[in-house]
């Protein structure tokens, strides 16, 4: 579906500005809106990403599981930095969609868009919280005045160091593992939604375009000029 309205958008602004106001800074209105929609786009992928990481993370856990022995500490510790990094990369994903929702509502006067918004800054908030209620209090579990990405790597690291067994350290890395892998599924959703969302306003903005010139070309349609004969035999 998007691909078609980023198509059709392009054609309606035939490569020349449309009239924006301040907050466009004078750029096009349309090459506004498509940039918004390939930076939507590309989040998007990166969320879909994330995603395949983490069932990849996944099944190397379920992998080490069935073999505990090969499980060394070493191995351990690097997937509880991959799992810090992909909270990060989560976390950076809804923050920055956050930020170019707010963005394009404020150019755009668009609510629609300031709803979305504070939903992905929600996402964020409530990832890394489950994140963290994963490594409950036998990982010294505290409300992190931070709340980042870090302060759930220190833990993990913490309740690591307080496992005595490969199973029991594996197990810990799955929780969390388990916990990202719902929210990323959670991320996914919510960018179905906005992508949904946001067809339908570009669908609605190309429709009021259409009808906006077609006005236009009825308006200055040339007045037919009458023939000849009806000058040389007036009917009055």
Known sequence: M?????????????????AGGPATGGASEWTQILNNIQLVETYAQGALGLQQQIIQSEQLI??????????????????????????????????????????????????????????????????????????????????????NEESILRQLTNKLAALNTPSAKLQAIGDVNAAQLKSSQELNNLFAQQQAAQAAYMAAQISKDQATQEAQTIRFKAVPIPPESSYKNPKF
């Open 2 to 18: 998007r691909a078609p309205i980023a198509c059709l958008l392009l054609a309606l602004s035939g490569g020349q500005a449309v």
């Open 62 to 147: 379920r992998s080490l599981q069935d073999n505990p022995v090969g499980a060394v500490v070493p191995d351990i510790n690097q997937l509880a930095r991959n799992q810090a990094k992909m909270i990060a990369l989560g976390n950076d994903i809804g923050n920055n969609m956050s930020k170019v929702d707010q963005n394009f509502s404020k150019a755009f006067t668009n609510p629609q868009a300031q709803e979305f918004g504070l939903k992905f800054k929600l996402w964020s908030n409530e990832a890394l919280k489950a994140q963290r209620i994963s490594l409950d209090s036998s990982a010294g579990y505290q409300e992190d005045a931070k709340k």
